[in-house]
């Protein structure tokens, strides 16, 4: 039963980056790792790809042939992918019968995961084929910044959870660049677990005071409220704790930490209950305001870099 990870998200959220640097994370493990590119776009990837759609069709060709424009013919690279969704199955298949684990690297339209089917119709196949996979949302933290622009976040958010109906983890990446990018009006742990949206609607409307769009203000953030759907992990991708606090929230939501489970394996359970969300924000707050500069690197050569072996010190994550 293969496990894995389909990474999403908008333009410039660091989903490659996600994926480069989760692979040399769960290599370090001893988790045998593989990036699948779905990004028909993606020209410059750090890390070297077991499957890429590209040898199945480019954005370049698509809007050569059909006088597409970027957002067109991505969708219709999406839309031909799902078509040939049998060529995808049969380049998974060695993969996933040596027991690797897959990390799916997606294009960063947005419409694809709120608007088009496609993306919702291949995860749906690959589940009839018996994978486990959960969506990795991937947001910007600097959307925190600022009122308008997190409500925003918070209605993609709920918008793609409802749209792809799969197990979801919502992360604020770049954490470790939140304190450059602006003041938050809250501390990190209100963004993270979207408490009480009135203390922030009453900043939205501070900036914006008019009356018709204090209404309609107010409605949208009922409307994520009664849902109560969305929250966020944080991640400093060139943090081996953060990543490894990521990781247990995406093995609970794909359910590869159950993937050993037998009788009298209590420790896998216990593991499942080990994150709490809000002193994980709350540390991650403390961290990056104090110590940024104090991060360990996990790409090769990247400063402060260490031998992959170091990752393993004190991790308390479950292989099998």
Not at 27 to 53: Q, W
Not at 56 to 77: F, H, K, S
Not at 104 to 116: A, I, K, M, S, W
Not at 289 to 301: H, S
Request: glycine share 6%; charged share 20%.
């Amino acid at each position: 039963m293969p496990f894995g990870q389909l990474v999403i998200g908008p333009p410039g959220s660091g989903k490659t980056t996600y994926c480069n640097g989760m692979q040399q994370f769960l290599n370090a493990l001893g988790r045998k790792t593989v990036i699948v590119n779905l990004d028909p776009a993606n020209d410059n990837m750090p890390y070297e790809c077991a499957v890429n759609v590209e040898d199945l069709i480019t954005l370049e060709d698509a809007m050569d042939a059909y006088q597409l424009g970027p957002n067109g013919g991505m969708v219709y690279c999406v839309e031909y992918l799902e078509k040939n969704i049998e060529w995808l199955a049969a380049k998974l298949k060695p993969y996933a019968d040596d027991g690797y684990y897959f990390i799916f690297d997606c294009p960063g339209q947005v419409e694809l995961y709120t608007h088009n089917q496609s993306i919702k119709a291949i995860v749906q196949r690959l589940e009839k084929l018996h994978y486990r996979l959960a969506c990795v949302h991937l947001v910007d933290s600097s959307y925190c910044t600022e009122a308008s622009r997190f409500i925003s976040v918070l209605l993609l958010s709920l918008t793609t959870m409802t749209m792809l109906e799969m197990p979801h983890v919502n992360v604020l990446s770049k954490i470790d660049l939140l304190e450059q990018m602006g003041q938050l009006d809250f501390s990190l742990e209100y963004y993270t677990s979207v408490m009480d949206l009135d203390y922030l609607l009453f900043h939205l409307n501070e900036r914006e005071p008019s009356t018709r769009f204090g209404d309609l203000n107010k409605v949208i953030c009922e409307l994520i409220e009664d849902y109560s759907l969305v929250g966020f992990s944080t991640l400093c991708i060139t943090d081996k704790h953060s990543v490894a606090n990521l990781l247990k929230e995406v093995d609970k939501a794909n359910g590869y930490i159950f993937g050993a489970l037998s009788q009298a394996n209590e420790s896998i359970l216990m593991s499942a209950n080990s994150t709490d969300l809000l002193s994980e924000a709350r540390d991650a707050q403390m961290r990056y305001e104090t110590l940024r500069d104090a991060t360990t690197d996990i790409r090769p050569g990247g400063a402060g870099s260490t031998p992959l072996n170091s990752l393993l010190e004190n991790m308390s994550i479950i292989e099998h």
